[in-house]
T-cell receptor, first 111, second 115 residues
Framework: DQQVKQNSPSLSVQEGRISILNCDYT??????FLWYKKYPAEGPTFLIS?????DKNEDGRFTVFLNKSAKHLSLHIVPSQPGDSAVYFC??????????FGTGTRLKVLA | DTAVSQTPKYLVTQMGNDKSIKCEQN?????MYWYKQDSKKFLKIMFS???????INETVPNRFSPKSPDKAHLNLHINSLELGDSAVYFC??????????????FGPGTRLTVL
């Protein structure tokens, strides 16, 4: 039973445009959410997080939006750069320590 | 200077063998984790240790046994390897006991192939 879903396995965006990555979840008890970025042959690296009591968090080119009523999370990257090409995982956390990850979306930013 | 390191990076072995994967973190974190990423790309938590004590133990076959000799190390031992154990195993660590400002730092992964 997937509690965290990323329904788009891949996304291609032109350099300079906005990339929007989506994530849906089923458990309304999650405390916070995170986005991780993963390059091939490397472990995931933390990008940005958001508490369940907020609806937006911004860090430079990256903004995460949380819509609790829709149980939907999105990551916006503006402007997209070729170095952003990677697999992006969203993760939800319930209680302490336990992260539940989505299956990832592969972003390709075209130069 | 690698924050979370795993050895080996690749491991190819026969069914029925016993193998270990080692993980070390030099971040001074209190909590360490093992994740399994299967062929469908699901990244699932297996175990978590806080200050050498087991705090998360997901539904994992008891052929998998984590061992934490100290806070900086969390090793994963797998007995009687099966084909379905083939996956990428990631180690991770974190500092705080949860909270949205906390994050986990991942190692580069160990790709295990069971023949």
């Amino acid at each position: 039973d997937q509690q965290v879903k990323q329904n788009s396995p891949s996304l291609s965006v032109q350099e300079g445009r906005i990339s929007i990555l989506n994530c849906d979840y089923t458990n309304s008890m999650f405390d916070y959410f995170l986005w991780y970025k993963k390059y091939p042959a490397e472990g995931p690296t933390f990008l940005i997080s958001i508490s369940s009591i907020k609806d937006k968090n911004e860090d430079g080119r990256f903004t995460v939006f949380l819509n609790k009523s829709a149980k939907h999370l999105s990551l916006h990257i503006v402007p997209s750069q070729p170095g952003d090409s990677a697999v992006y995982f969203c993760a939800a956390v319930s209680g302490t320590y336990k992260y539940i990850f989505g299956t990832g979306t592969r972003l390709k930013v075209l130069a | 200077d690698t924050a979370v390191s795993q050895t080996p990076k690749y491991l190819v072995t026969q069914m029925g063998n016993d193998k270990s994967i080692k993980c070390e973190q030099n971040l001074g974190h209190d909590t360490m984790y093992w994740y399994k990423q299967d062929s469908k790309k699901f990244l699932k938590i297996m175990f978590s240790y806080n200050n050498k004590e087991l705090i998360i133990n997901e539904t994992v076959p008891n052929r998998f046994s984590p061992k934490s000799p100290d806070k900086a190390h969390l090793n994963l031992h797998i007995n009687s390897l099966e084909l379905g154990d083939s996956a990428v195993y990631f180690c991770a660590s974190s500092q705080e006991a949860g909270g949205w400002t906390d994050t986990q730092y991942f190692g580069p992964g160990t790709r295990l192939t069971v023949l």
